[in-house]
């Protein structure tokens, strides 16, 4: 299938239902009556979800017109075509379906190994988002995922490498290694939450203390010349000692449960759907537990929750050591696949995975649920931004630069969720009249204004009686 008709398809299924929900509506309102789609709108989670479509749609757009742009630039004297722009563009949308090149037009259709690669970079996405997430709810802000994540890295190859299998069934040694890394990652979140609990130090300053303090720690254990851990060190050619050696070199490794062959040739295996049972716990334990309330009261309202006899100290300690617990099997998982290398020198970087939580918790507005979609969708643009390098002339930073563009209109979620609810209307007409006064009033704004003018109107009248 050619790029444009997938863009046509896509383009009449949108006109369609825009045709279909604004006839009905419509007829509904001549009727007096409440269509379906009216009942789904007036929900407070769809909003929520329009937001960030919203957001998302505007970063694609602004996006593919940077890559427009970039493409017409010249650069080093030479000028993209504008068929590869087209290409590109094409692939920003529907990159993972790309199927290969047909002559220099690009097809596309069905590619397994794309969408396996998606679910399983998703699947440490997902839980460094309900990481960042879980710390949102309550109030806090979990900017110590690369920490959390990198102490849970360590402590997990350490163990999955060092327990012998010949001892220990591989699975019991699976196991072992990946409550490790939680637990890793617990503690780890849970010394920003002491600080905060007791002492009143901003968890943001104690979070960014604790990734670097990660960063250089995880570096000292695999150190090649004085590292207590350098025997794991993969001494190949191509390694050279630069990374600690995969999970398989000691028969331990995430069952693949057939998903390697429904999507032949990526990395997936069943740690996307361990992933995904962690998010749906995660929303139960949050919106169906009396402890999930006590989470989020104190993140509503700390005083009012104090006052209703929730301890706050305790509740801060255990959002953060939960945050950190799922940044950690994020991490564990990843790394037990067993067809991912670690580079232990990490004392000048962090890993992105971590920091990439923020935008998918941003995104999924702290939904539990929304946070498996909007880190397939992080991740989706990820594979697709690896079909531009190989595909077009362009190289594959061009999507984090949406990536980013979507990140910051993720921003403005709450103000679209507040037009889309009806507290903020914005004034279409002002916009292109001559004398502009504003073209967003809030609810607010138009009741005070009501008000003005209705006690205009009453004074006039009364002023009227004794004239």
Known sequence: MKGWMLFLILFLLIIGFGVYAYVSSKKAKEENKTTWLMKFWAKPEVKSVASSVTSIVLGLIIGCII???????????????????????????????????????????????????ILFRA??????????????????????????????????????LTIPTEVVPPLFVWLIAFVGGILAGALAGVVPGVFKAYLNVNEVITCIMMNWIAANVVTMLFDKTTGPFKHLLDPSGTKNYAYVFKTTENGVATAKLGLDKIFEGSQVNSGIIIAIIIAIIVYIVLNK?????????????????????????????????????????????????????????????????????????????????????????????????????????????ITSIITAIIVYFSAFGLLFKQVYE?????????????????????????????????????????FSVFL
């Open 289 to 397: 537990t009396t402890f999930g309330y006590q989470l989020k009261a104190c993140g509503s309202n700390k005083h009012a929750a104090k006052y209703a006899g929730i301890s706050e100290n305790r509740n801060i300690i255990f959002s953060m050591a939960i945050a950190g617990a799922l940044a950690g099997a994020g991490a564990s998982l990843y790394y037990l696949s067993g067809n991912t290398e670690f580079a232990w020198e990490t004392y000048q970087t962090l890993p992105a995975t971590g920091f990439n939580g923020i935008p998918v918790a941003l995104l999924a507005c702290n939904n539990p649920i929304g946070v498996i979609f909007s880190a397939s969708f992080i991740s989706l643009l990820d594979v697709n931004g690896m079909q531009i390098k190989y595909m077009t002339s362009y190289n594959e930073q």
């Open 67 to 117: 890559l427009f742009v970039m493409g017409l630039v010249p650069t080093q004297g030479m000028t993209i075509s504008i068929g590869s722009i087209a290409d590109g563009i094409e692939l920003v949308f529907f990159g993972f379906l790309n199927t290969g090149k047909e002559g220099s037009e690009l097809i596309f259709g069905f590619d397994g190994a794309n969408i396996g690669n």
């Open 123 to 160: 699947m440490p996405l997902i839980l460094t988002g309900l990481s960042v997430a879980v710390a949102f709810k309550t109030g806090l802000f979990n900017i110590g995922a690369p920490g959390q994540y990198l102490f849970s890295t360590a402590v997990t190859l350490i163990l999955a």
């Open 422 to 462: 009806g507290k903020i209307k914005i004034n279409v007409k002002n916009i292109f009249a001559k004398n502009k006064k504003s073209t967003v009033e809030t609810v607010t704004e138009i009741k005070d204004k009501e008000d003005k003018e209705w006690h205009i109107l009453f004074n006039k009248q009364w």
